[in-house]
């Protein structure tokens, strides 16, 4: 049973430098998508298939 007190003191260290990482990297914009945004109509599947049977129907 004396395992039991270090397994938890070395989960919560783990723990907790897993929350300062998180939080290191949302402070430093790590999770802002710039990217994305600018190409979104890009990726955007249903437009480009509802694009294509436009263009079957009228023969394009």
Known sequence: MGVLPIL???SLFVAICFLLA????VKNGQYED???PSIRM????????????IEDKHGN
């Open 8 to 10: 938890i003191i070395a």
């Open 34 to 36: 710039s990217y994305t």
């Open 42 to 53: 890009l990726l955007d599947d249903k437009k480009m298939n509802n694009q294509v049977e």
């Open 22 to 25: 998180f939080l290191w990297a």
